[in-house]
């Protein structure tokens, strides 16, 4: 019977798509997980083919492997994990994929050996992705480019780049942080560095690079003032495995995927400690209203901050076993000195460098007394990093903070 009923019901698939393929419309079985159908017309490509049907003229777009009906190509920027995690993505959806590394030796092993030489080097990429470190074969052709540099080194990568980056071609970002020198976010550095002429994205979420290549499911959110963009890579990236929801709230979204990679050195400390799963759960609750707090003092949403770009990636940054912060974090907790962590790793921690930036952020943008016992965490975080105190020393000044209510009035932010 079970067997019968599957039978008619790939029959009758079949016959829509038959049907719909006649008036030129893509249909895809895995759009379940797509709450409604986004296509729009992205004024923004240049390079788009167009497919009429009768007097009308529309857009497809596949997210179920299968290329698009239009030509796409797109350039990824940077060689780390999520670097190839991204650009794994966007092969698996049949889309030309270039990744612009700095050495052309590691370029020349990904092209001939599918994988990397020191970065998942277990993982096959999809033999599809090309490697180059020169910049003008990577970019010249380049329909999207995705950036996914950390935060502390994008501004140089971009200025020797910046050159061979074709007008109007939009940016999307997958760097989380906060720029140590000037204090912006990815949003200002792109801007000050490629111009404001051109539309951009940012993508955050819980996602573990390894996770996204072996096929795992994973959810995330785009940013980005230009609706249009959003949805469009949003439809370019989503797949059976890859969901990807929109939204225009770009602070939010720059915020959370900042915020939290503190609040897990945090997390990671109280782990090494040995402190427990009450412990754990309060510091990281407390450490989303922190960062809730912060993100209404600038100007976030507070939906941004409790979806996935903030409390989500929070979650998995914090108790997930491949973060990288909760790892440093841990052996920090564990009586390892900075220098010994560093000189043992060459995985980069994107929380070190951005709460030593976070603090002077806060006492730059947000007004009021005390801000040290409005952000305990965040600040208590940096005081550790900076050798001010040490894990045991931060908990105890968590502990015995002076009372008060758990939430905050709202009508009172630091501006």
Same mark, same amino acid.
């Given at each position: 019977?079970?067997?019968?009923?599957?039978?008619?019901?790939?029959?009758?698939?079949?016959?829509?798509?038959?049907?719909?393929?006649?008036? %030129?419309?893509?249909?895809?079985?895995?759009?379940?997980?797509?709450?409604?159908?986004?296509?729009?017309?992205?004024?923004?490509?240049?390079?788009? !083919?167009?497919?009429?049907?009768?007097?009308?003229?529309?857009?497809?777009?596949?997210?179920?492997?299968?290329?698009?009906?239009?030509?796409?190509?797109?350039?990824?920027?940077?060689?780390?994990?999520?670097? /190839?995690?991204?650009?794994?993505?966007?092969?698996?959806?049949?889309?030309?994929?270039?990744?612009?590394?700095?050495?052309?030796?590691?370029?020349?092993?990904?092209?001939?050996?599918?994988?990397?030489?020191?970065?998942?080097?277990?993982?096959?990429?999809?033999?599809?992705?090309?490697?180059?470190?020169?910049?003008?074969?990577?970019?010249?052709?380049?329909?999207?480019?995705?950036?996914?540099?950390?935060?502390?080194?994008?501004?140089?990568?971009?200025?020797?780049?910046?050159?061979?980056?074709?007008?109007?071609?939009?940016?999307?970002?997958?760097?989380?942080?906060?720029?140590?020198?000037?204090?912006?976010?990815?949003?200002?550095?792109?801007?000050?560095?490629?111009?404001?002429?051109?539309?951009?994205?940012?993508?955050?979420?819980?996602?573990?690079?390894?996770?996204?290549?072996?096929?795992?499911?994973?959810?995330?959110?785009?940013?980005?003032? #230009?609706?249009?963009?959003?949805?469009?890579?949003?439809?370019?990236?989503?797949?059976?495995?890859?969901?990807?929801?929109?939204?225009?709230?770009?602070?939010?979204?720059?915020?959370?995927?900042?915020?939290?990679?503190?609040?897990? /050195?945090?997390?990671?400390?109280?782990?090494?400690?040995?402190?427990?799963?009450?412990?754990? %759960?309060?510091?990281?609750?407390?450490?989303?209203?922190?960062?809730?707090?912060?993100?209404?003092?600038?100007?976030?949403?507070?939906?941004?901050?409790?979806?996935?770009?903030?409390? $989500?990636?929070?979650?998995?940054?914090?108790?997930?076993?491949?973060?990288?912060?909760?790892?440093?974090?841990?052996? /920090?907790?564990?009586?390892?000195?900075?220098?010994?962590?560093?000189?043992?790793?060459?995985?980069?921690?994107?929380?070190?460098?951005?709460?030593?930036?976070?603090?002077?952020?806060?006492?730059?943008?947000?007004?009021?007394?005390?801000?040290?016992?409005?952000?305990?965490? /965040?600040?208590?975080?940096?005081?550790?990093?900076? $050798?001010?105190?040490?894990?045991? #020393?931060?908990?105890?000044?968590?502990? !015995?903070?002076?009372?008060?209510?758990?939430?905050? #009035?709202?009508?009172?932010?630091?501006?």
């Amino acid at each position: 019977m079970k067997l019968q009923i599957f039978t008619i019901a790939v029959s009758i698939l079949h016959l829509v798509n038959a049907f719909t393929s006649t008036k %030129s419309l893509a249909i895809s079985t895995t759009s379940f997980l797509s709450s409604s159908s986004r296509i729009s017309n992205p004024n923004h490509l240049s390079k788009i !083919t167009a497919t009429k049907s009768s007097s009308t003229t529309s857009l497809q777009m596949s997210n179920n492997g299968g290329p698009p009906p239009y030509p796409v190509r797109v350039a990824v920027i940077g060689g780390g994990n999520f670097a /190839l995690a991204l650009a794994t993505v966007v092969a698996r959806q049949k889309i030309p994929t270039t990744m612009l590394i700095r050495d052309e030796e590691t370029a020349e092993y990904i092209n001939k050996n599918h994988s990397h030489p020191r970065y998942m080097p277990d993982i096959t990429l999809p033999s599809s992705i090309r490697a180059t470190s020169d910049p003008e074969t990577a970019l010249s052709d380049a329909t999207y480019i995705i950036h996914a540099v950390p935060v502390q080194y994008s501004r140089a990568f971009l200025d020797k780049v910046k050159d061979h980056v074709p007008a109007g071609v939009p940016v999307l970002s997958a760097s989380k942080g906060i720029e140590t020198t000037s204090l912006g976010f990815m949003v200002d550095i792109l801007k000050e560095c490629l111009g404001e002429e051109r539309s951009y994205a940012f993508l955050s979420g819980p996602s573990f690079a390894r996770e996204i290549c072996e096929g795992v499911a994973t959810a995330v959110v785009i940013a980005s003032e #230009d609706f249009l963009l959003a949805d469009d890579l949003a439809d370019m990236l989503s797949s059976d495995n890859f969901r990807v929801f929109t939204t225009q709230d770009v602070v939010g979204v720059e915020i959370g995927g900042a915020l939290k990679n503190v609040i897990a /050195l945090a997390a990671g400390m109280c782990e090494g400690l040995g402190l427990g799963t009450n412990a754990m %759960s309060g510091l990281v609750t407390r450490g989303c209203a922190e960062m809730r707090r912060l993100g209404m003092t600038l100007g976030a949403r507070p939906s941004t901050i409790s979806g996935l770009s903030g409390v $989500g990636d929070t979650f998995g940054t914090c108790f997930g076993p491949l973060s990288r912060n909760r790892k440093f974090g841990y052996r /920090l907790g564990k009586g390892e000195t900075m220098e010994e962590i560093l000189a043992s790793t060459t995985e980069v921690a994107e929380g070190v460098e951005t709460s030593k930036a976070l603090v002077r952020m806060i006492k730059k943008r947000c007004k009021g007394y005390r801000l040290d016992l409005k952000y305990p965490i /965040l600040f208590g975080v940096a005081d550790i990093l900076e $050798g001010r105190q040490t894990p045991e #020393d931060g908990l105890k000044g968590l502990m !015995t903070m002076p009372m008060r209510m758990e939430s905050f #009035d709202e009508k009172y932010l630091d501006k």
